[in-house]
């Protein structure tokens, strides 16, 4: 029943910026964070950003730090990812995830259990 919506990626130019958008279908489950991952052809998917949900505690990975800024509404079951000063290596398809329970790490893509279609951003220069 849970379903990932995504939107917001597109195509910009280096230094842009995009906002990300990740709304749940289901209002009711149970969870213990949001994550985004992203993933570029033949290369592993791998952690960018996550918040947990009811403290809104945020971990990112070190190369997006001072860049990127994750954020969540409770009341419209939303996460967002803001991308500012982007590169072209930030090019990819960017998914969002929701875990369902506490532990584990939050890098790691196999404990989440809801995953989003994917949105492509790309980055030129």
């Known amino acids: 029943q849970v379903q990932l919506v995504e939107s917001g990626g597109g195509l910009v130019q280096a230094g842009g910026s995009l906002r990300l958008s990740c709304a749940t279908s289901e209002r009711t489950f149970n969870r213990d964070a949001m994550g985004w991952f992203r993933q570029a052809p033949g290369k592993e998917r791998e952690f960018v950003a996550a918040?947990?949900?009811?403290?809104?505690?945020?971990y990112y990975a070190d190369s997006v730090k001072g860049r990127f800024t994750i954020s969540r509404d409770n009341a419209q079951n939303t996460v967002y990812l803001q991308m500012n000063s982007l590169k072209p290596e930030d090019t990819a398809v960017y998914y969002c995830a929701a875990r369902l329970s506490g532990g584990g790490y939050y890098y790691t893509p196999n404990s989440y259990a809801y995953w989003g279609q994917g949105t492509q951003v790309t980055v030129s220069s």
């Open positions: 918040i947990t949900w009811r403290l809104g505690i945020t």
